[in-house]
């Protein structure tokens, strides 16, 4: 499959590298051992190969000889091959048609015994001899690219990435699944350890996205299907009917107060009620309404009260759900996180008590813009609090739920107790805790300042129950303090649950984008050290929770990671690739499908019943051509009988 | 077989990325090791064939080593280590039943930095099988 | 009578490939048309010296592997005296079966046979076996001589039988061997097996299961139910018989062009893709639990084909003789 046409001509050429390899190995038995070999028709030694001379007398053999193929017998290819590789290049010759002999770090440097040093080395020129003898003259694989990106996420995530790219010139495309962006931070009331107001710092961002000529937001909207690879993905966007005319709506909100449609509210989780038309929250961009079908009256008894208040005419009933169709060169997976069903700890009774909440909720209470215009009233009876109780860990860390840290738990705790003992003059906070995670940057000494000036109670222990006491209607408490060693009981108004982060990428997505996920549901970074921001499949990257438990400025900084990998793939016109890739030969497969699911970078799909390489896919492991039953699939320039070869060369 | 002048023949399967790797650092160190082991470079351990040990026994070899990166996530091919152990703890296992000694396959995981380790292992290596002999089999029975 | 002769000759065998001729009334009906049957000692009688007593053979069918001495002769002299010869059945193509035998050596097989056998005699300590004809090292009919056609199957069924005949008459005919012809397709069962799989893009194989472990659904590929089937591996031709009869192939239409070992390609592929979603969770121990799961190796991998395969042609070589290294 990879035999070039005509009869190899081979020049071997070993070097001295001075007397590093020299005085170890006798390279004149060397050079007259190479000349006996089959296909070698020039063999020579010079003192150092790589050397501008050194060079020459390979270009000159080249041009004498008619040589199709050289082997230069030194030190490894991560040092020279580009070196050689370009010296062929300059003459005509592919660069393809050169090997390498380690005969330097391979033999005479690890050596001591001269014979024995210079029988491997025989050995080794051997080997690459019989493998060059088979090298195709390979041109490298091109693509053109689409200058467009997709994000998939309008969290601060999803946000950061589009700004990065959009202000770089790069045409966005930032689909949401909910009426707005903003995703989880919009909740928030201050961010720690500064105690920026959240809104403050996040709307603005909003805002100019929204603005923003080279950002095409689809909110409401899913993707369902993408196909292609990387520089050219195509994708179908399900925008899902909104109901409202964006560009009518005045936010108004003479529609929201006619609409006989009550239901709790996502966006205060549940703590308090919106209609059926509805705007998550003040600041949401698109700045529309929107009308939640599934629960408003029009499809049941044709109730109209919006659309006979608003002004602008902004209400369209026969709205429809819409399928887009988009090309982009490059997709970035920002879906972020939602907070593990603490209801499943029954101990803590979530579900049960409605004043044991989590701590999303518990950010509603703090919001100036929530159900409690920001004074800390427990849900049940609005009594004001005075004393909680906060239990961090509430899913995370436990073999039974999660087993990892969700990273963030402990600071935000610290945070709202903070913001409680600020606003609670008297107010009595504990906190039931394993460890204390505080790494960032001022975070150590955000802990010091919450337990030591703001005298928070700080019990390091597991709670063992949490109850509603039915005389005084008190929640209780029951923990271990493991530094004391003793039973406590708490009474308090409120419990807040510091729940784990679960992701929120859907199983048929991350299939469709060909990423691997670990067994939580997060996305699997290409390497978890040095590429962070990459998924395997070329083209697809990943920032934010997604990828796994962080606060927002390891979000922000991933995002902007990921905004320039992007940009190094779309500023490119092609996008090229070594050609040293699997081929599949048609006629031998039987289409069994071994092949495609050994390919880690899903870079195999049956076509027409048999099995075909994408090229840009396909990084040049080998795993298929090992696999394949019938023996139907060859690396270029790496085939089964090259190494056959180049075992018998090196054992006989 | 003179079995005094009898050297082991080892062939060795290296992957680009962290054995091979590590070999290349042990030339660098200068660390030497025993000249009985020669290196085959692959792009990954998962791109060694059961076909290619069977051939290096057949042709000489008294023993193979396949050195890959670590499991689970050293691999820069993802998980090509995986399928090479799948494949390598199955060969064993045959070997075994023809009647030839597993310990004369090895497979090992070395990290790019691991260079100490690799010559550790292809010393040890190397005097595993001048224990075990040249290749020869044993008929189940007894008559060799 | 100037019909050209065909003769049946039988090394190691269970009876299964004659019953498959007989049986295959086309086939069987074209070779006493054309042929004149000079020796089949199943269905003729006659002796074996008659068998040598002919002055030449035109066509050599020997069923069976190589096992004793007697059979190496006789395969020998076939090879000399025949212008056509057939390794019939999958034991003379590849060794059978009885190859799983290869592997224990002549002496010990004949202990075994001694200490199975029971006597009511009270003198049972002595117990005499008849002459027994020298046992040699077990081989399959190709690797003692030069074949020109194989007829693969355990047994082989009709079809393939009648498409033998078939080839048989165009040789007689006068048209050139270019052998060793296989009466088989190229490529592996999954090109044609009814069998669909649930997932058409991609092949998983989540664990092994053995066959008594598996409430096996019909109609859906077997490597996806975790049940070991030899398809991808072996040659198509058979019209899928075992398959559609809900068990796994077993590979006795032999290996793929090309091949020899059937065993190595199967752990290359088919067993490297074992729980292949799921190798950073198990990790080398959670995956070597699963592989042990294949608990009998030989007679899953090499069923048919011990004798032909590389690690046999390794052992020999270790052995001396004319394999030697």
């Known amino acids: 499959m990879s035999l070039s046409s005509e009869e190899p001509r081979i020049g071997v050429f070993i070097c001295h590298c001075g007397l590093n390899i020299a005085g170890v190995v006798d390279v004149k038995k060397v050079v007259e051992e190479a000349k006996r070999l089959p296909h070698v028709v020039h063999a020579e030694d010079y003192i150092y190969m790589c050397s501008a001379p050194g060079q020459e007398l390979i270009k000159k053999a080249i041009l004498e000889k008619k040589l199709n193929a050289v082997v230069v017998a030194a030190c490894t290819p991560t040092m020279h091959y580009e070196t050689f590789a370009r010296a062929i290049e300059a003459v005509g010759l592919n660069r393809y048609r050169l090997e390498m002999a380690v005969i330097r770090e391979f033999s005479s440097w690890v050596h001591v015994d001269k014979k024995k040093a210079t029988e491997k080395a025989i050995k080794l020129v051997k080997a690459a001899v019989v493998k060059v003898a088979d090298n195709s003259p390979l041109e490298p694989v091109k693509s053109r690219t689409v200058r467009k990106a997709l994000v998939i996420g309008g969290g601060i995530a999803g946000i950061t990435v589009a700004l990065d790219l959009a202000n770089a010139g790069i045409p966005v495309i930032l689909v949401e699944k909910t009426p707005t962006i903003g995703g989880k931070m919009a909740m928030l009331s201050e961010t720690f350890p500064t105690l920026d107001c959240a809104q403050c710092i996040l709307t603005p961002k909003m805002a100019e996205v929204a603005r923003h000529p080279l950002i095409k937001i689809y909110t409401n909207s899913e993707v369902v299907d993408v196909s292609g690879f990387v520089g050219n993905f195509k994708v179908k966007i399900l925008q899902r009917a909104r109901y409202v005319k964006i560009g009518d709506c005045r936010l108004c909100g003479f529609c929201e107060r006619v609409c006989p449609v009550k239901v709790p509210s996502e966006f205060n989780r549940g703590l308090s009620d919106r209609k059926a038309i509805y705007i998550p929250f003040p600041q949401a961009i698109p700045p529309a309404y929107v009308i939640d079908k599934a629960n408003c009256r029009r499809w049941i008894d044709g109730c109209d009260k919006c659309l006979r208040v608003c002004p602008t005419k902004a209400i369209d009933f026969n709205d429809e759900d819409k399928l887009v169709e988009e090309e982009v060169g490059v997709i970035i997976v920002a879906t972020g996180y939602d907070l593990y069903p603490a209801e499943r700890l029954k101990e803590y009774g979530y579900g049960l008590y409605r004043d044991v909440i989590d701590s999303l909720q518990f950010e509603r209470i703090l919001s100036a813009g929530g159900p409690t215009k920001g004074l800390i009233l427990r849900p049940s009876d609005r009594k004001p609090v005075k004393r909680v109780v906060f239990i961090q860990c509430v899913g995370s860390r436990d073999i039974n739920h999660l087993e990892y840290c969700s990273k963030i738990c402990c600071m935000y705790t610290a945070k709202h107790a903070l913001i409680f003992k600020e606003r609670v003059p008297g107010g009595e906070a504990y906190v039931f805790y394993i460890d204390i995670r505080a790494a960032g940057k001022g975070y150590e000494e955000f802990i010091k300042r919450v337990q030591e000036e703001f005298q928070v109670n700080y019990i390091r222990g597991r709670v063992n129950r949490v109850y509603r006491d039915p005389k005084t209607g008190d929640m209780v408490v029951v923990g271990f303090d493991t530094l004391t060693g003793q039973l406590l009981t708490v009474k308090a108004d409120l419990v807040v649950l510091a729940t784990g982060l679960v992701p929120q990428l859907p199983y048929e997505l991350a299939s469709k984008l060909k990423i691997p996920f670990d067994k939580y549901g997060f996305v699997q970074e290409a390497h978890p050290k040095l590429r962070p921001v990459e998924t395997v499949t070329s083209g697809v990257f990943v920032c934010g929770v997604a990828h796994g438990p962080k606060d927002i400025a390891e979000t922000v900084a991933q995002a902007s990671a990921a905004a320039a990998k992007a940009m190094e793939l779309l500023y490119s016109e092609y996008i090229v690739k070594e050609p040293l890739v699997a081929v599949v030969d048609r006629d031998l497969c039987s289409g069994c499908r071994v092949c495609i699911g050994i390919c880690p970078y899903g870079a195999l799909e049956l076509v027409e019943g048999k099995a075909k390489v994408n090229e840009l896919l396909c990084e040049g492991c080998g795993a298929c051509v090992v696999a394949c039953p019938s023996r139907a699939i060859e690396l270029r320039n790496y085939s089964t009988k090259q190494l056959l070869e180049m075992v018998k060369a090196v054992v006989k | ?144 | 009578m100037n019909k050209p002769n065909i003769v049946i000759v039988h090394g190691a065998i269970c009876g299964g490939c004659d019953v498959a001729l007989a049986n295959s009334e086309e086939a069987i009906s074209k070779i006493l048309e054309n042929l004149d049957l000079a020796y089949w000692s199943v269905a003729v009688d006659s002796r074996l010296s008659d068998l040598k007593s002919l002055g030449k053979i035109d066509v050599a069918v020997f069923m069976g592997g190589v096992r004793t001495s007697e059979d190496e002769e006789l395969a020998k002299w076939l090879r000399e005296k025949s212008k056509i010869l057939v390794a019939f059945g999958s034991c003379s193509a590849y060794g059978g079966i009885p190859g799983l035998a290869a592997l224990t050596s002549p002496i010990e097989l004949i202990n075994l046979v001694k200490s199975t056998i029971t006597t009511s005699s009270q003198y049972k300590s002595i117990i005499e076996l008849p002459k027994l004809p020298e046992l040699s090292t077990y081989r399959a009919l190709p690797h003692v001589v030069n074949v020109d056609i194989v007829v693969p199957g355990c047994p082989p069924p009709i079809k393939v039988v009648n498409e033998f005949v078939n080839v048989l008459l165009k040789y007689i005919a006068g048209e050139e061997p270019i052998g060793p012809l296989v009466i088989a397709g190229s490529k592996a069962q999954c090109e044609t097996c009814p069998r669909k799989p649930r997932d058409l893009s991609k092949l998983q194989i989540p664990s092994i299961k053995r066959i008594y472990e598996a409430k096996i659904e019909e109609n859906r590929c077997f490597l996806e139910q975790g049940i070991l089937c030899l398809g991808p591996v072996t040659r198509e031709g058979c019209e899928h018989s075992c398959i559609n009869v809900n068990m796994p192939c077993t590979g006795c239409f032999g290996p793929l062009p090309g091949f020899e070992d059937v065993g190595l390609r199967y752990i290359a592929g088919i067993l490297a893709l074992v729980a292949v979603e799921r190798e950073k969770e198990l990790m080398e121990q959670g995956l070597a639990k699963i592989l042990d799961k294949l608990v009998d190796r030989l007679g899953v991998l090499y069923r048919y084909t011990l004798p032909r395969s590389r690690l046999y042609m390794l052992k020999l070589s270790l052995e001396g003789g004319e394999y030697a290294r």
């Not at chain 2, 090791?33 to 990954?44: K, Q, T």
């Not at chain 2, 059961?50 to 057949?58: C, G, K, Q, T």
């Not at chain 2, 004369?104 to 040890?124: G, I, N």
Request: proline residues 6%; glycine residues 8%.
């Open chain 2, 1 to 144: 077989m003179n079995l005094d002048s009898w050297e082991p023949k080892i062939v060795a399967f290296l992957c680009k990325w962290c054995s091979g790797a590590a070999a290349e650092l042990a030339g660098v160190s200068r660390l030497l090791y025993s000249p009985n082991v020669i290196p085959i470079i692959v792009p990954c351990s998962g791109r060694v064939d059961p076909d290619l040990i069977v051939e290096a026994f057949m042709n000489g070899a008294d023993g193979v080593i396949v050195a890959g990166c670590h499991t689970p996530s050293d691999c820069h091919y993802i998980a090509g280590n995986f399928k090479a152990f799948k494949r390598v703890y199955m060969l064993k296992k045959l070997l075994s039943d023809f009647g030839i000694e597993p310990e004369r396959l090895k497979l090992e995981w070395v990290s790019a930095v691991e260079s100490q380790k690799l010559k550790t292992l292809f010393d040890e290596f190397t005097s595993t099988i001048r224990k075990l002999g040249p290749l020869r089999v044993k008929i189940r029975g007894g008559n060799v």
